[in-house]
Structures are given as C-alpha cells and as structure tokens.
C-alpha cells in the first residue's frame, strides 16, 4: 500500500489548508485513515483519525478548526484546517490502517504546513 499525501504550503494565521491523501496498491478499504503531525523539536501526535465505521477522533486542540472526511470506497482521506494558528506548523503525515488481507500501518511522505504569525 502506498499512500500519496498533498495539500501543504504557507498560510498566515487565520487561514485554511486543505489535505489530502490517498491509498493506492489495494483492492480493501481501510480500517482507519488519518493525519500525525511532529513538530520541530517534539513528539509526533494524532491530529485526527477517521474510521472505517465514519467515526472520528480528534487532538483536542484542533477540535472545532479540522474536519476530517474519508471514503473507504475509494480509500482517501481529507482533512479541512481552518483558523489555522502558528502551533499548527509541523509536518503532516498521512496514516493509513488494513486488516485485510492482513494487518499493515502504512506512511505518507508528509507535507509540511507553515503558519506564519
């Protein structure tokens, strides 16, 4: 499975960006599709996950700016950011799960996202 990641760039704070990713190499539709981001000098976090049932987990500081949107059929996923601040500005990694036919975790290149103050 390979996952292609786009949407990255600069924007000022305030703005919005949009993401997307997509899972190609597999005939199954994903478990759960998301986003991780690491910022410079941290740990690597859940921004927000989606799961094959359409529920939705979210890092608790993005809630009510990010909305993620994924369809199995078609294994993508999107993920809106708007109100973006400058503690957004990490690279984002797209992160896709299978079960079928057997487990895989599998990596986006990452896109970087800059906000500027």
């Known amino acids: 499975v390979q996952l292609q990641a786009s949407g990255g760039g600069l924007v000022q704070t305030g703005g919005s960006l949009r993401l997307s990713c997509a899972a190609s190499g597999t005939s199954d539709s994903f478990h759960s599709m998301g986003w991780y981001r690491r910022a410079p000098g941290k740990l690597r976090d859940l921004v927000a996950i989606?799961?094959?049932?359409?529920?939705?987990t979210y890092l608790d500081s993005v809630k009510g700016r990010f909305t993620i949107s994924g369809d199995g059929a078609k294994n993508t996923v999107n993920m809106q950011m708007n109100s973006l601040k400058p503690e957004d500005t990490a690279v984002y990694y797209c992160?896709?799960?299978?079960?079928?036919?057997?487990?895989?975790?599998?990596w986006g290149q990452g896109t970087l996202v800059t906000v500027s103050s």
């Open positions: 989606i799961l094959h049932d359409g529920s939705t």
């Open positions: 992160n896709a799960q299978f079960f079928s036919p057997r487990f895989s975790e599998n």
